[in-house]
């Protein structure tokens, strides 16, 4: 059997990751759950039948740090290697999303409190979340995850979660934050809390000091932004023909298609996002859900492409908002894009904003802000 720490030391031995004591840490502390988790009886087996007591959770853990100092990477390690079949690995975000549907749901019935038969149907399908990108920025989330998370751990799921911050900084000056405390203490009390929170930001390391706006659109620039995705993504050589895709939920129950996905990384045609009937809302699920997007084929915009900026306006507030790093080629530098046409005077907001997040300093921040 692989384990975490073995794997681990494997990718080292390659090459592929730099020797790291505190992620060496952390992998042999997801090594130790991986072997408790692995344990447990499996539900329908000889030995679950023969065990009448409950089998007591493995402590799960929440792993948190600045950006890029490999928290995902070590719990997708994990993940993949844990061989359970109830686990589930999402983005927090997504998972909100899904929850607060389910709740709608569970509401219509109008059978008392709805937070209870969601959380006890999701820990009945598996018994590993995996979270990546805990993050607490709206008031709705906040006020239902102490209940829904002591259900899920009271009905024995184990969590894994990764963060930017500490357990004490989330929702920090959040509205009606005294009701959210409860889910602080309990994530200290029910997970073990490790930092990540080396020196070196990898992600960072990786890009090296790149243009992140390529001009023009054309070979150059393509093979360049392909060289970008390869390399943030650890994506094999010999798979670059067959790259995942992705449909992420949307706000509103719709799903919006990515037709390059892998490891918090997008790639998207300038066509397909802002030369469709696209909008805020597909906007928003990009950002959420994506640490960076690689934007490609960006023309110079003229009058006639007013819905086009409109749209380019909607998508860079969203990827500003929520900290994304943006990856581009295009065939303009941003402040020469969109120089006439209706819209053009608040275009110099987006410019701005394009000039910023070109900046170490931008590019230094935690995704979701
Ligand atoms: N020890 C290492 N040596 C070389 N590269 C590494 C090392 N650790 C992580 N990386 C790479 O650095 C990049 C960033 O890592 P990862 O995405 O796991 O960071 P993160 O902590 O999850 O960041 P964020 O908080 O932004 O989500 C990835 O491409 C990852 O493979
Ligand atoms: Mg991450």
């Known amino acids: 059997m692989t384990t975490v720490l073995t794997r681990y030391a494997a990718l080292i031995a390659t090459g592929e990751l730099r020797p790291d004591p505190e992620q060496q840490a952390a992998a042999r502390h997801l090594d130790a759950l991986a072997t408790a988790l692995e344990a447990v009886p499996t539900r329908g087996s000889i030995l679950w039948r023969l065990t009448r007591a409950k089998p007591v959770p493995p402590r799960g853990l929440y792993l948190w740090g600045g950006v890029g100092r490999g928290k995902s990477m070590l719990m997708d390690l994990f993940f993949d290697q844990l061989d359970i079949r109830r686990k589930r690995r999402v983005h927090f975000a997504e998972f909100m999303l899904e929850v607060h549907q389910r709740i709608a749901e569970e509401r219509r019935k109008e059978a008392g409190d709805p937070i209870l038969p969601v959380a006890t149907a999701l820990a009945d399908e598996v018994r590993l979340l ?20 002591t259900a899920l751990l009271e009905a024995g799921v184990t969590v894994v979660a990764t963060s930017n911050r500490a357990p004490d900084d989330l929702y920090r000056n959040g509205l009606n934050r005294e009701h959210f405390l409860p889910f602080i203490a309990l994530l200290k009390d029910r997970l073990d809390v490790v930092a990540l929170n080396g020196p070196v930001d990898y992600r960072r390391d990786r890009l090296g000091r790149i243009d992140t706006w390529l001009v023009p659109n054309g070979a150059q620039a393509t093979a360049t932004l392909s060289g970008d995705f390869f390399r943030l993504t650890d994506f094999p050589v010999e798979d670059r023909a067959h790259v995942p895709t992705a449909d992420i939920p ?78 581009a080629a295009a065939d303009a530098e941003p402040a020469a894009l969109y120089e006439k046409g209706d819209g053009a005077f608040e275009f110099e907001r987006t410019v701005s904003r394009l000039e910023e997040m070109r900046s170490e300093e931008y590019l230094a921040q935690s995704h979701g802000g």
């Open 130 to 149: 995996a979270f990546d990108e805990m993050m607490v920025t709206n008031s709705p989330d906040a006020m239902i995850l102490s209940r829904l998370f």
């Open 250 to 327: 949307v706000q509103g129950g719709r799903t919006l298609h990515v037709p390059k996905a892998l490891k918090g990384v997008a790639v998207f045609s300038f066509r397909k996002l802002c030369g469709e009937a696209k909008g805020a809302a597909d906007y928003l699920a990009i950002a959420r859900r994506f640490h960076t997007v690689i934007l490609v084929g960006i023309p110079k915009l003229g009058p006639e492409n007013r819905n086009e900026a409109a749209r380019f306006v909607a998508l860079i507030d969203a990827l500003y908002e929520h900290k994304v790093k943006l990856l």
